[in-house]
């Protein structure tokens, strides 16, 4: 078995472990329920599979996932003291390492009671992800799935960051070249090969998606106070285009 297939091989089983998990995350993210205890969650299903959390061999980092409501957008720690309540959008971006390979996916949703304007602020970030990775092929560049990102959140009514990104990923969970939700003309010199693999992530906000950081160091949320959401999965670059691993 050659590397490419030894890659291919581990990250589509892998990937389809953290799909699932993920899945079971967002049923067990109820009303009352803690973000830490989310967190513990989370790890006993990476463990229970066999897999090995990712997230918390982020230097500094201690946790499996990434968990954010309303404002906060990336990089939430899990707290004892915070609590899903009625009405919160949640997001939970979550990894695991499988057979020395990396995956990542993020799945934002609302908890509880909603109204149209939040279901519509959801169903075009997945749209908007839905486009990237078709965007994803054999040719194209990193500036196509850019483009597919800001143009679709824009049309939609919402605001793109410019400060994150999503990324390659493979032995190292994050890797060259990252992937902006805002399209880059530079981007254009990073074309898309055979047996890639990436990590495709839209992060918008319902205003300005001007973010700052919070104070425990790691949490970015919107300066204006707006809703965020963020959807990601990992992708692998077929002849066909891109098969959805997460």
Known sequence: ???VDEKIAAMREGGKHLREIKHKLEDYSIIGRSFMEIEKEAMRLIHECGADANF????GYHWATCINKNEGIVHGIPRDDIFVEDGDLISIDLGLLWHG???DTSISFLAG???DETRHFLNSGQKALEKAIHAAKVGNSVYDISHQIEKSIVRAGYDPTWQLTGHYIGRELHEDPYIPCVADKHDRRHVI???DTMAIEVMYAQGSCELQEAEDGWTYETVDGSLTALFENTVLITENGAEVLT
């Open 1 to 3: 078995m050659t590397i």
């Open 56 to 59: 918390d061999k982020v230097p």
């Open 101 to 103: 390979w990396n995956l």
């Open 113 to 115: 009671k909603s109204n």
């Open 193 to 195: 090969k055979l047996h």
